[in-house]
């Protein structure tokens, strides 16, 4: 069975500050793994994803993620925080073979202090 | 800005009533999947449709059904409404099996009073 944590349900940054939304991730074969991001009362988007290449992976807006096998991570990080990253962030699993149906942490709330 | 569609956008339903919410997939998308997600939780996977059929579903209870069309559309149907059906109902888009990324509607708010 797959699972993934996002360890902080919130997280607070000064603009210009890095930003770090930690994912740790459980799965007993090789997993996909995805972040997206949520604005007040709209759908998902998808910021980058880790299919098997590259370990670190580049995204929208800035963003990007290293997967860490050793670590079971899937940190997503951002060097210069803007004041529009403020939103909610899921990280979420899945794997080959499967339905792929995503498997999303509880997310994390991404607030910007000008 | 992705080609995934929902309708309605927000809803008020009364407890034990049925509802009816609808997906547009994106063009050139096989799969459809629906989410539930409940205020200040990550989405939870309901079911997944592929070629008109149930293709894996989630621990929700059978008064949760759906259907997809031929066009890959795909409708949610939720039976004997409870409060805790209160939630965004997220529809995703994908291509069957290739675990790439899904698409993802805006969304429809249910509120059940």
């Known amino acids: 069975a797959q699972s993934v944590t996002q360890l902080g349900s919130h997280v607070s940054v000064s603009e210009g500050a890095l930003v770090l939304l930690r994912c740790n991730y459980s799965s007993s074969v090789p997993p996909y793994l995805f972040w997206y991001v949520q604005y007040p009362n709209q759908g998902l988007q998808l910021l980058l994803k880790y299919t098997s290449a590259a370990t670190l992976v580049k995204g929208i807006n800035g963003f990007e993620a290293e997967f860490k096998k050793s670590e079971t991570s899937f940190h997503l990080t951002k060097p210069s925080a803007h004041m529009s990253d403020a939103a909610e962030y899921f990280c979420a699993v899945t794997t080959r073979g499967s339905q792929g149906n995503l498997i999303f942490g509880k997310g994390t709330k991404l607030s910007v202090k000008p | 800005e992705t080609g995934v569609t929902q309708s309605p956008t927000h809803l008020i339903k009364t407890r034990g009533q049925q509802v009816t919410l609808r997906c547009s997939s994106q063009?050139?998308?096989?799969?459809v999947s629906w989410y539930q997600q409940a205020l200040g939780q990550g989405p939870q996977f309901i079911f997944q449709y592929y070629r008109e059929e149930e293709n894996g579903r989630g621990n929700f209870p059978p008064r949760f059904s759906g259907l997809q069309f031929p066009n890959y559309s795909s409708e949610l149907n939720v039976n004997a409404l409870e409060l805790d059906d209160s939630a965004l109902y997220l529809c995703?888009?994908?291509?069957?099996?290739?675990?790439?990324?899904?698409?993802f509607g805006q969304g429809t708010r249910l509120t059940v009073v």
């Open positions: 995703a888009s994908s291509l069957f099996q290739m675990n790439t990324e899904a698409f």
């Open positions: 063009s050139g998308h096989n799969t």
